[in-house]
């Protein structure tokens, strides 16, 4: 007798899981199908609040019920009468009343069909008596829903036609297809597209070797591994998780319009976002036109490539980009030979519609290939991995690309002969105009000072004293979305900025605790006149600020602007400073290993907000102990947003003005004024460390040797000693393998360079999970030592002012 697998999941006192062995088995509404190690399990349910069944697969474990695939989602069934068979000839059918309501197709007639829920979550039909264990008759993966899990295809087979693509629900109680898909086009060279009804909607770029060209942050990591297969036979991305304690699906939403990447949380038992597409507005389908170019840092965001104009000024002017941009200088066909190339870097590579592919040629022959037809209008490697291989030539109008800060492509664009003199021109014109402006700047700057320093010196032969002019809050801009307060009631609350309420001091200025006249208790930071900071800024930062709502960020409830008078009103944190418990010997018994470990994922999940999940996006460059507040609970708070800065989606920014703190700047901003989300990550590890061994790093000393404290963790680390470093009161707390993955994971956030460390998410997880992690690659300042630090970062002009200014990045 043909046989059929099936658990059946029983309300009994004891699990029964029971494999049955006869054809036309039923499974009804009430029993389960449930993969064999455990992961996943198929059954009836209904989704949201709708009362209609349908036959689904979701996570056997995960007590939220998350459904990953639906057999019947345009065909629901109305009560639980729903039953489902494996019939004669291979085919699962779900019928109603004998009414098929769903059913698979094989083509070929197994000897003895058997039907199976594999662990990857995969629902298959195979013939048992086939040795190939892999040579499905049918597979739910082919025929994906909403969700792509790992080992999923996503793609084309060319041997069948079948096109494996996802379409979003309509709504969370209604599986039915969407009107949002996600799907691979063959074109020469594959693109893919989310398209809402038949309008394309965001597009991925063509896979470049290492990833798809809309994608720079997708890098290789210790937690997913990334392939593209494109041969005679398929043309397909996949995705797989390098440690199978990971749990990761990737969901098309309707409602959102977005793909989300989610990772689930054990401890918290939530899931998690991971990644998200769209990224932004620069990844709006064709949003500049033909030849323009979007610059998310850009104002406005789209331009026009070099050697291009607005096609339509007027509309270019009052952001209408969509008729896009037209050539400066004309192509002629019969002068193709005299045309040239402008190489475009960092870019999103166009729509591939019109494009063909030679994956066998070089750069030159590609160029040459491309200058012989007068159609070609760009070329480019289509593959960037090692030295670059491979033909990719645009022919027509390009369009839908963007400019990257880094992570992006090279794109060779066709240019004329005499658009190429002109440009070459404008360059030398522009350089003279530079040179002229800045001599002239230079000369009228100069006469300002002299003339400044002339009355100041007027001013004190006098004997004069400045003037001090009054305002209230009744003249600053009613668009700060901040609760004001004034004066009297900040000196009331804080007995008129008593020395006995005084909690903390900055380069800022004193911070003062006080109490409202609702009981509620504030602190006052109160601006120092030296701050540096004028009424714009302040206003600027207040309004930035305000928008900040996370529960691992200190909240801002208001402000003061009174006269010369600046104040920043903030919850009180009962429990002070972070470095007050830790490098306290007394206070850090306090402090056991669960509430450390839960004071380090705080943290972390307050930076994944400032570096994702807010509006914003923030780089704090000032992340230390003493910056950390603990509320009455213990739960940690980023403070002081002082030297936070707002970036776009550059990987990497360029300053002048090096601030922040020694002993957790990262090594590429000290030495370079280059920083990014991953400077907030080394000193995220530097503070891991801190936590863990309840050492300061800033002025560490051991009598051993001569290493900071990184130096001396990597150092305990290579000789296999690791546990030397924790804090002796945390010795005996029973979780020295969880105390030395966190030692693990810090290593690997405190790495020399910026891009082998690891993102703020990716490193969540790493905590929250028991994977396999990377080995760590030396630390940054290995060698150096506490005092050598202090004399290098002096010579950086160091400034750990606080001085509050949030300013909006310029790319590099």
């Known amino acids: 007798m043909d046989t059929f697998r099936i658990v059946l999941v029983l309300c009994l006192e004891v699990f029964l899981a029971v494999f049955c062995v006869v054809q036309s088995q039923l499974i009804t509404d009430g029993m389960t199908l449930v993969s ?3 992961t996943f399990e198929l059954g009836f349910f209904s989704p949201g609040s709708s009362k209609k ?27 639980s009468s729903g039953i489902l068979t494996l019939n004669s000839t291979g085919n699962l059918v779900l019928s109603q009343n004998d009414t098929v309501v769903w059913s698979t197709t094989s083509l070929t007639k197994p000897e003895s069909p058997e039907a199976l829920l594999l662990d990857s979550g995969n629902l298959v039909v195979r013939d048992k008596k086939d040795p190939n264990p892999e040579a499905f008759l ?10 792509f899990l790992p080992g999923m295809k996503f793609g084309w087979d060319l041997r069948t036609g079948l096109n494996r693509h996802m379409r979003a629900w309509k709504s969370p109680d209604d599986p039915a297809t969407g009107d949002f898909s996600w799907g691979m086009v063959l074109y020469d060279y594959p693109d893919a ?5 038949d309008q394309r909607f965001y597009r991925a770029g063509p896979w470049n070797g290492l990833r798809p060209t809309g994608s720079p942050q997708l890098k290789e990591n210790p937690l997913f591994h990334f392939e593209f297969v494109q041969n005679k036979d398929e043309v397909y991305f996949m995705y797989s998780l390098k440690n199978k304690s990971v749990i990761s699906r990737q969901v098309l939403n309707q409602t959102i319009k977005a793909r989300q990447r989610f990772v689930w949380l054990e401890d918290d038992q939530v899931w998690r976002v991971y990644a998200s597409v769209p990224l932004d507005l620069c990844d709006s389908y064709d949003l500049c036109g033909a030849y323009g170019i979007c610059d998310i840092s850009g104002s406005p965001v789209c331009q026009c490539l070099e050697g291009f104009k607005p096609q339509s000024p007027e509309a270019w002017e009052s952001m209408d980009w969509s008729k896009g941009c037209v050539r400066k200088k004309p192509l002629r066909c019969e002068d193709k030979l005299k045309d040239g190339f402008v190489k475009f870097g960092g870019l999103k590579l166009p729509d591939t519609e019109h494009s063909w592919l030679n994956e066998s040629m070089n750069l030159q022959q590609c160029r040459e290939k491309c200058l012989n037809n007068c159609s070609c209008m760009a070329y480019t490697n289509s593959n960037i991995s090692g030295e670059g291989s491979g033909c990719a030539l645009w022919f027509g109008d390009l369009i839908d690309m963007r400019q990257f800060s880094a992570g992006g492509q090279d794109l060779y664009v066709r240019l004329s002969a005499s658009e190429l003199e002109a440009g070459v021109n404008r360059k030398k014109v522009g350089i003279l105009v530079a040179l002229i402006v800045t001599v002239f700047i230079v000369t009228f700057t100069a006469a300002l000072i002299l003339g400044w320093l002339y009355t100041q010196k007027g001013s004190k032969r006098k004997g004069d004293h400045s003037i001090r002019v009054d305002r209230d809050e009744s003249q600053v801009d009613d668009d700060m979305d901040l609760p004001f307060f004034d004066l009297l009631s900040i000196a009331a609350a804080t007995c008129n900025f008593s020395t006995d309420k005084k909690i903390g001091e900055g380069g800022f200025g004193p911070v003062y605790k006080g109490k409202l006249k609702d009981e509620i208790e504030i602190a006052v930071k109160r601006l120092s006149a030296n701050s540096g900071q004028g009424i714009n800024e302040f206003k600027n930062e207040v309004k930035l600020i305000a928008k900040l709502q996370h529960r691992n960020l200190v909240r801002l409830l208001g402000c003061c602007l009174q006269g010369e008078e600046k104040m920043l009103v903030y919850e009180y944190m009962p429990n002070g400073s972070l470095d007050s418990f830790i490098f306290d010997e007394n206070n850090g018994k306090l402090l056991d290993w669960s509430k450390r470990f839960q004071i380090i994922l705080g943290i972390a999940k307050g930076l994944i907000y400032l570096h994702q999940d807010s509006r914003l996006r923030i780089i704090h460059r000032d992340l230390k102990a003493s910056n950390i507040l603990l509320d009455k609970e213990m739960n940690p708070k980023i403070s002081d947003f002082g030297m936070a800065r707002i970036f776009g989606d550059q990987n990497e920014v360029n300053t002048k003005r090096i601030v922040g703190t020694y002993g957790y700047m990262a090594p590429e901003y000290a030495t370079d004024g280059l920083f990014s989300v991953k400077s907030d990550v080394f000193s995220f590890g530097v503070l891991v460390l801190e936590i ?5 790093s800033r002025g560490y000393y051991n009598p051993n040797h ?19 470093l924790i804090d002796s009161s945390l010795q005996d707390s029973g979780s020295l393998s969880q105390i030395l993955h966190c030692v693990h994971v810090s290593l690997l956030c405190v790495q020399q360079h910026a891009e082998d460390r ?36 002096g010579k950086q002009e160091l400034s750990s002012t606080n001085e509050i200014t949030i300013t909006l990045l310029e790319p590099r």
């Not at 597209?193 to 009804?197: K, L, S, V």
């Not at 001569?706 to 546990?723: D, F, Q, R, T, V």
């Open 36 to 38: 064999e190690g455990g």
């Open 53 to 79: 069944r349908y036959l689904g697969v979701w996570y056997k474990n995960i007590p939220i019920q998350t459904v990953v695939w639906v057999a019947n989602r345009n065909n629901p069934i109305n009560d």
């Open 138 to 147: 049918w597979q739910g993966f082919d025929y994906p829903g909403d969700t």
């Open 193 to 197: 597209y989310m398209m809402w009804g």
């Open 692 to 696: 863990i061994s309840g050492r300061r």
């Open 706 to 724: 001569s290493h900071n404290l990184i130096g001396h963790a990597w150092k305990l680390w290579k000789e296999g000693k690791p546990e030397e």
């Open 758 to 793: 690891p993102g703020m998410s990716c490193a969540l997880l790493m905590f929250l999970s028991e994977i396999e992690l990377p080995d760590p690659k030396q630390p940054g300042y290995f060698g150096i030592t506490s005092a050598q630090a202090y004399s290098f970062a």
